[in-house]
């Protein structure tokens, strides 16, 4: 049984990863888990009262010792008769402390950090299949796993520790900028970490694209690792690589050679393999060679690395065609960035010398600036359908609004808005001739859009494919 004194003995430089911590009470009582999470704790927990945008941990603490908390970690001493762990940053002491209770997990374990403001999913996914080929028991987490794309500290922790007691081996996660800059990765080491690019998003929380940047630049740093893949094509990437201060290897386009691309996959040659890649779209072959880059750096021979991008599965939502017995295509994309939607717009031209219609939103609640822009990015296409994502407590007329207003005039006459995401998918469809690629974006892999806050049923792919009369 490890007591509240026996984990702070486990932590590595405590007063350097905390410096105004102090512990007040008994350290003789046991810690049976660590969470900041009020409706986990059980008898035994060492509860984080950590602060959020919209609660106050110290608020719940209480109500957590009542439910058996043994301890508590805090940024103020509160009137509690439970020892208590006083630091001035809690949110990276949480971290500290779970690793540390959970015997840091991540040193036994392979552990990759990807991050980027796209191509982190993929990216990920195409490394799994990697390292599975390779022969290792490997886990990804991220988008597609769980209702965060970085868990809390205390959560990423347990999981991890729980992979390790099943017998996993690696474990590929994606970074996310929110995570950074709440500390959830404290305690981390990464065998490496790799970065995608960076475009605008989430400034509704981060405010300035300087601070963006700098949350996703801190992960290439000792603190966390001594390897890092950077995306030389980028010129946050190629900043990042020039600041940090780890072993460097850079990646980029003109590292694959022989290059071509359909909608279904691409084959390129690099360090002598031909590689066949399961992922189409011209974007993705800087995400292969992301995770090829990175593979190699970690050992991964370079014939398994082939195999493994050749024996990848669709990911769902990234240029997942459902429509492929079709006479045209339909490509759903989480594509939710201006530049990602690029991306995707141009991949499609590439593969098509007939029209691209996209059809796309932007979500409620959420970053609002980059919603002319997004509009901006889809006149690219040859026919656009603005519709809703998740308009969440906003109005979708609004939404819809800000996107048309960054549409110049002279393209107006190419843009229809159709706020019933259903309706709208349908009318791309009804468009669309031999030859042509519809392409649904935004939401990607996801199967609830929410509506005044109430959350429906409704999966793109699942909604096309029924339009479509096509199986699954």
């Not at 036994?108 to 980027?116: F, K, S």
């Not at 279904?264 to 800087?286: P, Y």
């Not at 750096?297 to 079709?326: M, S």
Request: net charge negative.
């Amino acid at each position: 049984m490890l007591t509240l004194g026996g984990l702070l003995a486990r932590v590595d430089d405590m007063q350097s990863a905390s410096p105004a911590l102090s512990v007040e009470g008994a350290v003789g009582v046991s810690i049976t888990d660590v969470t900041s999470d009020s409706r986990a704790v059980q008898q035994g927990t060492l509860f984080c009262c950590l602060r959020g945008e919209q609660h106050d941990g110290h608020d719940f603490a209480r109500e957590a010792v009542a439910n058996g908390a043994a301890a508590l970690l805090v940024d103020r001493r509160l009137n509690l008769d439970v020892p208590q762990i006083i630091a001035s940053d809690t949110r990276q002491t949480t971290g500290v402390l779970a690793a540390a209770f959970h015997d840091h997990p991540s040193r036994d374990l392979t552990v990759v950090g990807i991050t980027g403001t796209n191509g982190k999913t993929t990216t990920a996914h195409m490394l799994g299949a990697i390292l599975t080929q390779h022969g290792q028991r490997t886990t990804v987490l991220g988008t597609l796993s769980g209702t965060r794309t970085t868990p809390e500290a205390a959560e990423l922790q347990r999981t991890l520790a729980d992979e390790r007691s099943k017998g996993t081996k690696a474990v590929v996660m994606e970074v996310s900028s929110h995570a950074l800059a709440l500390q959830r990765v404290a305690g981390m080491q990464f065998a490496a970490a790799t970065f995608t690019n960076l475009g605008h998003d989430h400034l509704d929380f981060h405010r300035t694209h300087d601070a963006y940047f700098a949350a996703k630049a801190s992960l290439f740093s000792s603190n966390y690792t001594s390897r890092a893949i950077i995306n030389r094509d980028d010129a946050f990437g190629q900043k990042i690589a020039e600041d940090c201060d780890v072993a460097v290897v850079t990646y980029g386009r003109s590292d694959a050679t022989d290059v071509a691309v359909g909608a279904t996959g691409s084959a390129f040659s690099w360090r002598g393999a031909r590689i066949w890649c399961t992922v189409g779209g011209d974007f993705n072959v800087l995400n292969a060679l992301a995770a090829a880059t990175t593979a190699a750096e970690i050992g991964i021979p370079v014939g398994d690395i082939a195999a493994g991008l050749g024996n990848l599965t669709q990911i769902p939502g990234r240029f997942e065609n459902v429509n492929a017995t079709g006479n045209f295509a339909v490509l759903v994309d989480y594509a939710h960035t201006p530049e990602a939607l690029r991306n995707v717009i141009a991949a499609a031209r590439a593969v098509t010398d007939q029209r691209v219609i996209v059809v796309f939103g932007c979500g409620g609640d959420r970053d609002a600036t980059k919603r002319a822009d997004m509009g901006a990015a889809a006149i690219s296409a040859d026919s656009v359908i603005v519709t809703s994502d998740n308009p969440r407590h906003e109005d979708p007329q609004a939404i819809i609004d800000a996107i048309v207003a960054g549409i110049a005039p002279t393209h107006l006459n190419k843009v229809v808005a159709e706020a019933d995401r259903r309706q709208a998918i349908a009318m791309a469809c009804t468009q669309a001739g031999s030859g042509d690629v519809v392409i649904i974006a935004g939401r990607g892999h996801e199967t609830v859009q929410t509506i005044a806050g109430r959350d429906i049923a409704f999966s793109d792919a699942q909604v096309a494919r029924e339009l479509l009369g096509v199986g699954s």
